[in-house]
Each structure stands twice: as C-alpha cells, then as structure tokens.
C-alpha cells in the first residue's frame, strides 16, 4: 500500500509538472512577435535610418525638410492621420521630396493596446487611406504611439499587412534635455543597420530634435554612415534583426 501510495504521489507531481510547463510555455505570438517587429536590420554597409514621429507639423517639420535637403538625406516619417488632414501640404512636401511616410494611426491613442481589434482596424485604415491619397501606395510600415503595444495589436498590424517598426535608439529621452545630448545619445547608440526615433510633432516643442538633426547627420557621415528610408534599409537586409 505504501509503495502504491508513492507511485501515485509521483505520478500527480509528474502532472503537476506538465501542466506547469503548459502554462509557462512562451505563447506562440513570440513567433510572430520575432518575424514582425523591426528595431534594427543587419546590414554589410554602414547604413542608418532617421525616421520622424507625430508630424506632420507646420513649423518643425518644414524646418527638418530643410535640414535634410541641406544634407542630401532621406528620411522616414510616422505620421498621424489627424495632422496628415490638417497639413495636406506639409505631408505633399515630404513626399515630393522622395521621403518615406509610415503609419502613425490616425489618432494616436496613448493606450492602443487598451483598444478593441476593430478598433486598431480602424486607426490604421483610416490613416492608410490618407497615406495612399497622397503617395499613390500603402506602406507596410507600422509604428505604435510611443512604441506600446501588446500580443492582440501586434497580431492586426501583421494581419493588415505590417512590419511593426520600432528604434534602436532614441534621440528623445529624458537623460537628453538638449540637442547636444540628444546627438551624444544617438552616436553612442548606433551602428550599422540602426533605426533612429526623433519628432516633428506633439510635445509643447520639437526645436531641441530640429535643432539635433543636423549634428546627428554631420557626424555620422563624418564616420561613413549613410542615410537611407527604412524601406531601402530593408531592402538592404539579408533578414531584419529583432528583439530576443
């Protein structure tokens, strides 16, 4: 009877183990969460992406435009529906000035993850209909309001045809109150096949990313880097790197 007593004690720890483990077990969203989220892409050449959140804006954006013309570089802009309706101009000047534009949502709700599937369905329809009115094609480019996002919207993003991208490094932090220090952050940070994050838009002001940019981009070419869309950084990609 003892001996009984044991195996059967045995056997509910062995069951007590596996369904632990079932629990425990990462979701298969990991996955996708591994084939759709960019921060950064391995790449041969010395190549960055300087891409732009929550424009367009009608003084800091013109202002970065003029920047980047200045230096010959190309960018990528996340924009938001909303401003994209208020700035038809602005947004027509960044595409005939051959940048790219991602999608941004069209309201920038601060808690997405929070949001109905319907409802993320819609953010980034109604931002990927102004997107195609001006540059006669969608862009498979996703980024989140201020990265957050969970497993369920994540899922949409990659059902509705995204890449969800993200940053390697940001130039807008805390820790860098002041264009020299927004620059210092980045040049730390960067490396071949880097995503910058900086802003045209929201916060009460985006001088200190105006004023940024140009040390950013003297710099990095300085060691060699070139500017390129994300789109052309991973069309130079062998497989784009993502988080582990």
């Known amino acids: 009877m003892r001996a009984l007593g044991l195996l059967r004690l045995a056997f509910e720890v062995v ?34 992406a300087l891409t732009y959140d929550d424009g367009p804006h009608p003084a800091f ?11 010959h570089v190309n960018a990528t802009f996340f924009m938001i529906g909303q401003r994209m309706q208020q700035y038809p101009e602005i947004v027509k000047e960044v595409v005939a000035r051959g940048h790219a534009i ?44 201020l990265g957050l996002m969970n497993s369920r919207v994540l899922m949409v993003a990659r059902e509705e045809g995204y890449l969800t991208i993200l940053w390697t490094v940001s130039a807008d932090h805390h820790d860098a109150p002041t264009p020299q220090a927004m620059a210092e952050r980045v040049l730390r940070g960067v490396k071949p096949g880097s995503i910058i994050l900086a802003h ?34 991973l ?10």
């Open 235 to 244: 069309a130079a990609a062998r497989e784009p790197e993502v988080p582990t």
């Open 15 to 48: 069951l007590v183990a596996l369904v632990v483990g079932l629990l425990l077990r990462p979701p298969r969203v990991t996955a996708m969460w591994h084939e759709s989220v960019i921060v950064s892409v391995p790449v041969k050449e010395k190549l960055v």
């Open 61 to 71: 954006t013109p202002d970065i435009l003029a920047i980047l013309d200045r230096y």
């Open 102 to 145: 991602g999608n941004h949502t069209y309201s920038h709700p601060r808690e997405i993850a929070g949001l109905t599937s319907a409802q993320v369905i819609r953010e980034l329809d109604t931002c990927e209909e102004l997107i195609e009115r001006f540059t006669g094609r969608r862009t498979h480019l996703f980024r989140p309001p």
């Open 200 to 233: 045209d838009g929201t916060f009460p002001s985006r001088i200190n990313d105006v004023e940024a940019t140009p040390l950013i981009i003297e710099e990095l070419q300085k060691r060699g880097y070139r500017f390129v869309t994300v789109p052309e950084l």
